[in-house]
């Protein structure tokens, strides 16, 4: 397994070097990057004997086949896009792992096969929509998404012709009906594993969300000449609005807030603003707890609105619920894990994956990797060495149990 680690650990970091932005790590959904990330990994599943193909919403997919045809598939997949200015892990390393488990396997076929799933996009950093690669499969691609504009008014729709799919063989990236489960490894991206000494932890549940653009209206006016009476101001707002999500979320015990975009234009320092855009990510385990959250904060940002003479406009991104991950994985990755020397421990995931958008079709599981200082969606994210051959031994452990 030592050989294996070293090189799941070396091709993360080579992927970590196609990026569309030169000194870091950043791939958007279906950048031109993807094309090198696709090269290196389909020429690696080719040599292990697997299908490999692109599917329509740029999914990289590979097929292992079993020595029963009638007897199923499991997939393994994570996410190939990053966030801007991302480390070499969050997402890759969980396909990457994909591949070297096939590989583990000597040639070996397993009764049913294996699909290794490299998904074009998870964070929904270029359309503000997350998960178009996972939700390819359920069929969640619809014509209304794939209107949506990134920042430059490019569709969906048309980013999949530029990267040279056509669009029209989407249903054909469905999961095939006789996938049996989905299992997904990913870095924790949090402190929970390394606080209590366990390099792996099993996903039970992951918190749900909800994403959205908030945007107050006002009147750009001569920053030197109007009165503070006077003033339309819609930055002031967004600023009083952005103190009361923090002061929500630190009051409510689980529940994390957060505006991670603030955009204020002219953008003249010398001008009042006129317009001010806001983005807002709350997460929490309990879906009710969360909307109310959110409808609480939608309510006060009107009231700042009416207060200033302000317009307020609303555009919600995503409503994803939480997701319970299958108990019977649950237990089977538990015991992979325990098979290895950890302690086996459940968590609920505050981060959003792929595997809740295929837990809608497929009984799904996530196998967390420990995260030194926590650290993840930042240049100095990494694993540990001997995290990641616990990682490759449970999940082989864990393919031997079906």
């Known amino acids: 397994m030592e050989h294996l680690r070293d090189k799941v650990l070396a091709c993360c970091r080579q992927i970590a070097q196609f990026s569309r932005s030169p000194g870091e790590t950043t791939r958007t959904f279906l950048c031109e990057a993807m094309h090198d ?18 599917d329509a919403a740029g ?20 996410h190939l896009d990053t966030v801007p200015n991302a480390g070499a892990y969050d997402g890759v390393l969980g396909v990457v792992l994909g591949v070297a ?36 499969l359920i069929g969640r691609l619809d014509e209304q998404l794939l209107a949506t504009e990134d920042a430059a008014a490019v569709s969906i729709e048309s980013a999949i012709r530029q990267f040279g799919l056509d669009p029209a063989l989407l249903p054909a990236a469905a999961l095939d009906p006789y996938t049996f489960a989905y299992l997904e490894f990913h870095i924790e991206q949090g402190p929970v594993l390394e606080s209590i000494k366990e390099p792996l932890g099993v996903v039970e549940s992951i918190a749900g969300q909800t994403r959205l653009t908030v945007q107050f209206t006002g009147k750009a006016a001569h920053a030197g000449t109007t009165p503070m009476s006077l003033r339309r101001d819609a930055l002031a ?24 975009r603030l955009e204020a234009k002219p953008g003249v320092s010398n001008v009042i603003p006129s317009q001010a855009t806001a983005a807002l990510d709350v997460r929490h385990a309990s879906d009710e707890i969360r909307t109310r959250a959110v409808d609480n904060l939608i309510s006060a940002g009107n009231d700042l609105a009416r207060e200033r003479g302000l317009g307020f406009r609303v555009i919600q991104q995503l409503d994803q619920q939480s997701i319970e991950m299958q108990p019977a994985l649950v237990s089977a990755a538990t015991r992979a894990l325990q098979k290895v020397g950890c302690r086996g421990h459940r968590m609920t995931s505050g981060a959003g994956h792929d595997a809740m958008i295929l837990a809608e079709k497929v009984p799904s599981v996530m196998i967390f990797v420990r995260s030194p200082g926590g650290i993840s969606h930042h240049p100095e994210e990494t694993v540990l060495p001997g995290d990641v051959q616990l990682a490759l031994a449970a999940g082989l452990h864990f393919l031997n149990g079906f």
């Open 59 to 78: 999914n990289l997919r590979g097929l292992y086949p079993g020595s029963d045809p009638t007897a199923g598939r499991l997939l393994i997949g994570s």
């Open 101 to 136: 488990l096939v590989e583990s396997l000597v040639g070996k076929r397993l009764r049913f096969a294996i699909e290794i799933a490299g998904f074009s996009e998870e964070e929904g950093v270029r359309f503000g929509v997350p998960f178009l690669g996972s939700r390819a």
């Open 37 to 54: 990330c696709h090269q290196v990994l389909c020429g690696w599943m080719q040599s292990l004997g697997m299908e490999v193909s692109v």
């Open 237 to 260: 707002a967004a600023a009083r609005w952005i103190a009361q999500v923090e002061d929500k979320a630190r009051s409510s015990p689980g529940l994390v807030g957060t505006v991670g």
